[in-house]
């Protein structure tokens, strides 16, 4: 009761870093943008996106949802250039999400990443290592 009073009926917009926004736009996704959002994702996916609320707005991730799954993504670094990493990436009651919709996403944020590092530098080249539903360059 109280995440639905503090999220939901004192809805207001997040305070979302850009990089975040940028890849929203570039692939596609839906950002959840309102504490509104988080709190209807935790509730519709049966999990505690909610409480991700203060990382977001501390820039250490954003939340997006991705037809019925729901993913967080978190800034990494690589040749002193800020990039984005998969993190947790759940559907209902934290149910893993197909591998071919995993690898498509993770295909996206590459790209996306090699957008940013230039042609020079190659972060598909990176061994990404998946532990649990983490995934670490």
């Not at 309102?34 to 909610?50: D, I, L, Q």
């Not at 991705?66 to 990039?83: A, C, M, P, Q, S």
């Amino acid at each position: 009761q109280i995440t639905e009073i503090l999220y939901n009926d004192a809805n207001r917009e997040l305070n979302i870093d850009e990089l975040y926004k940028q890849f929203a736009n570039e692939a596609g996704y839906h950002l959840l943008t309102e504490t509104k959002h988080m709190f209807e994702e935790g509730m519709k996916m049966n999990h505690c996106v909610a409480t991700y609320v203060a990382k977001v707005e501390s820039g250490c991730c954003a939340i997006y949802h991705i037809e019925d799954y729901t993913l967080e993504l978190n800034i990494g670094w690589f040749n002193n250039k800020r990039i984005l990493q998969m993190g947790q990436f759940s559907g209902y009651s934290n149910k893993p999400v197909p591998k071919e919709i995993k690898e498509e996403v993770q295909e996206k944020i590459n790209k996306f990443n090699v957008n940013i590092l230039g042609s020079d530098n190659n972060i598909n080249n990176i061994k990404v290592k998946i532990i649990g539903e983490e995934v670490l360059f």
